[in-house]
């Protein structure tokens, strides 16, 4: 169960929101992955996207409380989560290439892209995109 005192912080509503984002971010690379069949890269740049569309709205409201939106805040996030994209699938393919495509090759690359790109995300979000 989620400590309560955990949510009053900004780091830890963005680590649920993060959390929540990555899930979604997974089951969508492993359907599209092992049940479609498409390549890991594809596979990954979809599976972050999806996280990243949830994870715009989510820290908007829930994590950084923040009253700014319109067309320019959203082309900023979406610069920073491309950014970030490429950042997260490079290193899951270099991790790839280093641990294989194994069961646990798949898991590690995912926990390091995806550890990586969420510190990149946190920073860009709360000192650019939705900060007071």
Do not use: P, Q
């Not at 599976?47 to 409201?61: D, E, P, T, V």
């Amino acid at each position: 169960m989620i400590n309560i005192r955990i949510l009053k912080s900004e780091a830890g509503r963005f680590l649920l929101v993060g959390s929540t984002a990555v899930l979604i971010d997974f089951i969508t690379y492993l359907l599209l992955l092992f049940v479609v069949g498409l390549e890991t890269k594809i596979s990954k740049g979809i599976g972050f996207s999806s996280g990243a569309l949830f994870a715009y709205f989510a820290n908007r409201k829930f994590t950084f409380n923040s009253s700014t939106k319109g067309i320019f805040v959203f082309s900023l996030f979406w610069v920073l989560y491309i950014s970030t994209l490429v950042v997260n699938v490079s290193l899951n393919e270099l991790s790839l290439s280093v641990f294989k495509k194994g069961d646990i090759g798949i898991g590690v690359s995912f926990l390091i892209a995806t550890g990586f790109s969420a510190l990149l995300n946190y920073v860009g979000m709360k000192y650019v995109i939705f900060r007071n």
